[in-house]
């Protein structure tokens, strides 16, 4: 039974990997290892770096592949995917060969179910489902082979999935990537990532009763290792600070790009979805965009990276950066690492129906931090990873104000 995570809350670029292989490489054997990552690069640097023989699985894997795998103790890496819908066998022979997970800039999200309240009182009226601890659903209708509520069924009987009241008192559902019980077979649990307090994940940790404490990466003695948390006022930003140029217009300039922003709540995704109906709207955010890389920053458009909601992607396009789009929700890692020119037009927030099933259990969101993290986390996929200037236009003025805090140690 896992005792209490280690969150290795770190600064880019710090040398998380390298400590954790360092740890690998001197545990036990008998410390057998579950390495989940965020991307296949990592798995594969993890595979040719020959520290331990582990087992790649990938999102083909079956579940009975997996049991096989955990019956043998053996050594399993991979993404996220394959490990989402673990069942109780599962859970009984991780339990048995004494597995550390190590979690590496790996999320556990929630996400809102599409079911109406309607559906979901028909389905517990008929004792289809019942509500559990916390709020857990059941899924309690054997005779339910396959139909409307397959999805449901998946969720429900894998852990998932999350029954609350919203602000109207009308049911709703949610469910999320791991469930508590996905981490409680595990003797030791390692979670690498960066800004830790501005994630769904510390407030799920708060909301599982998690035990767990926060450390840092430190280079001394020419190794990496793990220190006390270092707060987010004495991080060492300054060498983001040199490499990360924020537009601002000068006194030359004909116009403010910014100005399309200059709203607190500009380019949260309500926000955009009212300005995509006015096409002069959109041509003015489109051409501001183009003035930036072509004008101020004489940048090609395999220079550049640029991302927004999905839905609004089409329309908002800027000129000649079809092939430029890097999504903000799933990280690619090296594959824009050339890029210099990075056009942020979102201001992430919290989805409201996730807001508010934490807050109904007493759980408060750092929304500021959640904003930011996104963005930090975008920003990392450009050559800024590889210690490499960037050009940043980011006309929200919420998310600017985030990004200068966050670059003067304020926040």
């Not at 909301?207 to 991080?235: A, H, P, Q, R």
């Not at 300005?275 to 090609?300: H, L, T």
Request: hydrophobic residues 35%; glycine residues 2%.
């Amino acid at each position: 039974m896992m005792k209490e995570i280690t969150v290795i809350d770190s600064i880019k670029r710090s040398g998380k990997t390298s400590w954790i292989m360092h740890y690998i490489s001197k545990a036990p054997m008998y410390e057998k290892f579950v390495y989940i990552v965020q991307d296949e690069k990592k798995a594969s640097l993890m595979l040719n770096s020959q520290i331990r023989h582990f087992k790649r699985v990938d999102e083909q894997s079956s579940l009975q592949q997996l049991k096989s795998l955990f019956a043998n103790g053996e050594n399993i890496i991979g993404t996220q995917q394959p490990f989402q819908y673990l069942d109780d066998e599962c859970y009984e022979l991780l339990a048995m060969q004494n597995y550390t997970l190590i979690l590496d800039e790996v999320k556990n999200t929630l996400h809102p179910v599409n079911i109406s309240p309607d559906d979901i009182n028909l389905l517990l009226q008929n004792n289809v489902v019942s509500v559990r601890d916390k709020g857990r659903i059941s899924w309690d209708a054997a005779f339910y082979m396959d139909g409307y509520f397959t999805d449901m069924k998946t969720l429900a009987t894998s852990n998932r999935l999350m029954l609350y009241q919203n602000e109207q008192e009308h049911h709703e559902l949610v469910y999320w990537t791991f469930p508590k019980k996905f981490y409680e077979p595990f003797e030791n649990c390692y979670l690498l990532t960066y800004m830790f307090d501005g994630q769904l994940q510390k407030s799920l940790f708060e909301l599982y009763e998690f035990k767990y404490k926060k450390y840092s990466i430190s280079f001394e003695d020419n190794e990496y290792k793990l220190v006390d948390y270092i707060l987010s006022e004495e991080e060492d930003r300054s060498l983001y600070k040199k490499l990360i140029h924020i537009y601002y217009p000068m006194s030359s300039d004909k116009n403010d790009l910014n100005k399309i922003g200059s709203q607190q709540k500009a380019f949260t995704f309500f926000d955009l979805q009212k300005k995509m109906n006015s096409i002069e709207i959109i041509n003015v955010i489109r051409e501001s965009c183009y003035d930036f890389y072509r004008k101020k920053c004489k940048a090609e458009p395999d220079d550049v990276m640029w991302t927004t909601y999905p839905k609004m992607k089409e329309k908002l396009t800027p000129r000649g950066l079809n092939h430029s789009f890097v999504s903000f929700y799933k990280k690619e890692n090296d594959h824009f690492s050339h890029k210099s020119c990075c056009l942020y037009l979102s201001h992430p927030e919290v989805n409201t129906s996730i807001k508010q099933f934490f807050e109904n259990k007493g759980i408060v969101i750092n929304e500021d931090l959640y904003s930011l993290h996104h963005l930090i986390e975008w920003m990392f996929q450009s050559r800024l990873q590889q210690k490499q200037p960037i050009n940043v236009f980011i006309p929200s003025i919420k998310m600017r104000a985030l990004l200068e805090k966050y670059l003067n140690n304020e926040i």
